[in-house]
C-alpha cells in the first residue's frame, strides 16, 4: 500500500489532479494482464538484469554514433525521436556536418528543439518535421512527395505493423540506393510492452493512449512486427542486406542495394 501512496503524492505533485481514478484503472489493468500469456522473446528481454540492459543501450547507441561519424555531410532521418535529446549523438552529427531531420508528435519535437536550444546546438543543419495529429506516415509522405531523399534513416517508432508498415514503405522511398536503414527493438512485442504497462504504473499511463492492444489478437501480439516487416519486405522482396558487425539482437543496421545490385537481384 505504501507504494501506491508514494505513487499518488509524485502523481499530485505533476499535477495530476486526477490521480486516484488513474491509480484504480491501473491496478483493474494490472489484475486482467496479469495471468495472460507472452512470447518467449519478451521473457527472455524482460528477465534481463539491469546492468545487461543498459549494456545493450550502450552498445546499440555506440554502433549508432559509429555511423553518424563514417557520414560527414550526408543526410540522416530519425522517425521516432524518444522523449529526449541524445546530447552526444547530436553533437557527433554537428561535428561531422550531418545533415538531421527529426519526425515525431509535434509536442515531442518541441521538447526536443527547446532543448537543444537551451544547449546552445541548434542549427541550420537540424530540423524537425512533426506531425500534429495521426501517425508519422503522412509527414513521411511529403517528404516523399516533395523527392526528399537521405543518405541514413533510423526507424524507432512505434514497432507495431499497422502503423510501422506504411513507415517501412515510405523509408524505402527516402532511402537513397546504397544507403543504410537501422531499425530498433527488432525483437519487441506488443506482449512484452503490455507486461511492463502491468508492472509499471509509469509506463502504463504513458503508453495507455498510445497502444489499443484490441487491434491484433493473442498471437500477434507475440509477434514482432518489426523483424517480420524487415524479413519478408526488406529483405526477402526489397534486397536489403544486413551488416551483421553493426547489428544486435535488438537493433540491425541494412543496407538498401544499389541500383546495379537490384537489377542484378531482379534478373536473377
Same mark, same amino acid.
Given at each position: 500500500?505504501?507504494?501506491?501512496?508514494?505513487?499518488?503524492?509524485? $502523481?499530485?505533485?505533476?499535477?495530476?489532479?486526477? $490521480?486516484?481514478?488513474?491509480?484504480?484503472?491501473?491496478?483493474?489493468?494490472?489484475?486482467?494482464?496479469?495471468?495472460?500469456?507472452?512470447?518467449?522473446? @519478451? $521473457?527472455?528481454?524482460?528477465?534481463?538484469?539491469?546492468?545487461?540492459?543498459?549494456?545493450?543501450?550502450?552498445?546499440?547507441?555506440?554502433?549508432?554514433?559509429?555511423?553518424?561519424?563514417? $557520414? @560527414?555531410?550526408?543526410?540522416?532521418?530519425?522517425?521516432?525521436?524518444?522523449?529526449?535529446?541524445?546530447?552526444?549523438?547530436?553533437?557527433?552529427?554537428?561535428?561531422?556536418?550531418?545533415?538531421?531531420?527529426? &519526425?515525431?508528435?509535434?509536442?515531442? &519535437?518541441?521538447?526536443?528543439?527547446?532543448?537543444? !536550444?537551451?544547449?546552445?546546438?541548434?542549427?541550420?543543419?537540424?530540423?524537425?518535421?512533426?506531425?500534429?495529429?495521426?501517425?508519422?506516415?503522412?509527414?513521411?509522405?511529403?517528404? @516523399?512527395?516533395?523527392?526528399?531523399?537521405?543518405?541514413?534513416?533510423?526507424?524507432?517508432?512505434?514497432?507495431?505493423?499497422?502503423?510501422?508498415?506504411?513507415?517501412?514503405?515510405?523509408?524505402?522511398?527516402?532511402?537513397?540506393?546504397?544507403?543504410?536503414?537501422?531499425?530498433?527493438?527488432?525483437?519487441?512485442?506488443?506482449?512484452?510492452?503490455?507486461?511492463?504497462?502491468?508492472?509499471?504504473?509509469?509506463?502504463?499511463?504513458?503508453?495507455?493512449?498510445?497502444?489499443?492492444?484490441?487491434?491484433?489478437?493473442?498471437?500477434?501480439?507475440?509477434?514482432?512486427?518489426? !523483424?517480420?516487416?524487415?524479413?519478408?519486405?526488406?529483405?526477402?522482396?526489397?534486397?536489403?542486406?544486413?551488416?551483421?558487425?553493426?547489428?544486435?539482437?535488438?537493433?540491425?543496421?541494412?543496407?538498401?542495394?544499389?541500383?546495379?545490385?537490384?537489377?542484378?537481384?531482379?534478373?536473377?
Amino acid at each position: 500500500m505504501g507504494s501506491l501512496k508514494n505513487k499518488m503524492a509524485a $502523481a499530485k505533485k505533476l499535477g495530476y489532479w486526477k $490521480a486516484l481514478p488513474l491509480a484504480v484503472e491501473w491496478r483493474l489493468y494490472k489484475w486482467k494482464n496479469k495471468r495472460k500469456p507472452e512470447s518467449p522473446v @519478451a $521473457a527472455g528481454v524482460s528477465e534481463e538484469s539491469d546492468e545487461r540492459v543498459h549494456q545493450y543501450l550502450r552498445q546499440q547507441e555506440e554502433i549508432l554514433q559509429s555511423v553518424l561519424a563514417s $557520414a @560527414a555531410g550526408q543526410s540522416f532521418l530519425e522517425i521516432g525521436i524518444g522523449p529526449e535529446p541524445a546530447i552526444r549523438r547530436v553533437r557527433l552529427m554537428l561535428e561531422n556536418q550531418v545533415r538531421y531531420v527529426g &519526425c515525431d508528435f509535434q509536442y515531442v &519535437c518541441a521538447h526536443h528543439r527547446r532543448i537543444l !536550444k537551451k544547449q546552445g546546438l541548434m542549427s541550420d543543419n537540424i530540423r524537425f518535421a512533426p506531425n500534429r495529429s495521426g501517425t508519422y506516415a503522412w509527414t513521411l509522405f511529403q517528404m @516523399a512527395q516533395r523527392r526528399e531523399q537521405f543518405d541514413i534513416i533510423f526507424l524507432d517508432g512505434h514497432h507495431t505493423f499497422y502503423v510501422d508498415f506504411p513507415a517501412f514503405v515510405l523509408a524505402d522511398y527516402l532511402l537513397k540506393p546504397g544507403g543504410r536503414l537501422l531499425v530498433d527493438d527488432i525483437e519487441w512485442t506488443l506482449s512484452f510492452l503490455r507486461k511492463n504497462m502491468a508492472r509499471s504504473f509509469h509506463d502504463w499511463n504513458f503508453y495507455r493512449r498510445m497502444y489499443d492492444f484490441s487491434q491484433y489478437d493473442e498471437e500477434q501480439q507475440n509477434v514482432s512486427h518489426m !523483424k517480420l516487416i524487415v524479413n519478408d519486405v526488406l529483405v526477402e522482396r526489397l534486397h536489403y542486406t544486413r551488416v551483421d558487425d553493426a547489428s544486435t539482437p535488438y537493433r540491425w543496421l541494412l543496407q538498401k542495394p544499389e541500383l546495379r545490385q537490384l537489377e542484378k537481384s531482379l534478373q536473377a
